[in-house]
């Protein structure tokens, strides 16, 4: 079982509804992250959490808001998607203090734009 | 700039076959990770192995091997006597050191292997 939790695993919204991602980890990790992965390709980084501030913002457009209230969760609010915006959006997370480096990933958000 | 090159799109083998997995990678870090993740249907990424630039022995976890050249600057994963439950899509990553206390990887373009009865 993974132990970086994501809900809900399917939705599908219109492009003028607002929904949210959640994403848990209890393995102590200050490191999180949002990952989007269209079909055959390689996940794209959008956002990067450090010690619940944000780190990383990968020139995500503003209808992608990400918020991370405490050390173990991490939001996505959805507004205003695009149909183009559909795709399977990953939760992960790492410690920040060594050299290990490994991120655990979730097992994602399929996400549908109508 | 990083990058990580899997020349791979796609590779269909039988059971039992062995196969490698190809990865190059391109870095101007002296310190850095690499990784390799497999991605089964259901959409996880499930980490299998991470090796540190100052660490070229090479590892193997049961039918599961990896040769690490940084001659060539290649990370290849290779699978003995392959299973159905191996069909996935594999990626290939590339992390720089980690002082900014976060990892940013860098993902080849994924290769997937199809393993059929």
């Known amino acids: 079982d993974t132990e970086v939790t994501q809900t809900p695993k399917h939705l599908v919204m219109g492009m003028t509804n607002k929904k949210s991602l959640k994403c848990e980890q209890h393995?102590?990790?200050?490191?999180m992250y949002w990952y989007k992965q269209k079909a055959k390709k390689p996940p794209e980084l959008m956002f990067v959490?450090?010690?619940?501030?944000?780190?990383i913002n990968e020139s995500v457009p503003s209808r992608f808001s990400p918020e991370c209230p405490n050390s173990s969760l991490l939001n996505l609010h959805l507004h205003a998607l695009q149909p183009e915006d559909s795709a399977l959006y990953l939760c992960a997370s790492s410690q920040v203090t060594g050299d290990t480096g490994e991120l655990f990933f979730g097992e994602g958000s399929r996400l549908t734009v109508l | 700039a990083q990058k990580v090159t899997q020349a791979q799109t796609e590779i269909s083998v039988v059971e039992k076959e062995d196969v490698t997995l190809d990865c190059v990678y391109e870095?101007?870090?002296?310190?850095?990770?690499l990784f390799w993740y497999k991605q089964p249907p259901s959409g996880e990424l499930v980490f299998l192995i991470r090796?540190?630039?100052?660490?070229?022995q090479n590892e193997i976890s049961g039918r599961y091997s990896w040769n690490f050249q940084k001659s060539t600057s290649s990370f290849n994963f290779t699978i003995t006597a392959s299973q159905v439950v191996d069909s996935a899509v594999y990626f290939c990553a590339l992390s720089e050191d980690m002082d900014s206390g976060y990892s940013t990887l860098t993902f080849g373009k994924g290769t997937m292997l199809l393993v059929s009865p």
């Open positions: 959490y450090s010690y619940e501030k944000l780190s």
């Open positions: 090796r540190n630039s100052f660490d070229e």
């Open positions: 393995m102590g990790h200050r490191a």
């Open positions: 870095t101007r870090d002296t310190t850095y990770y």
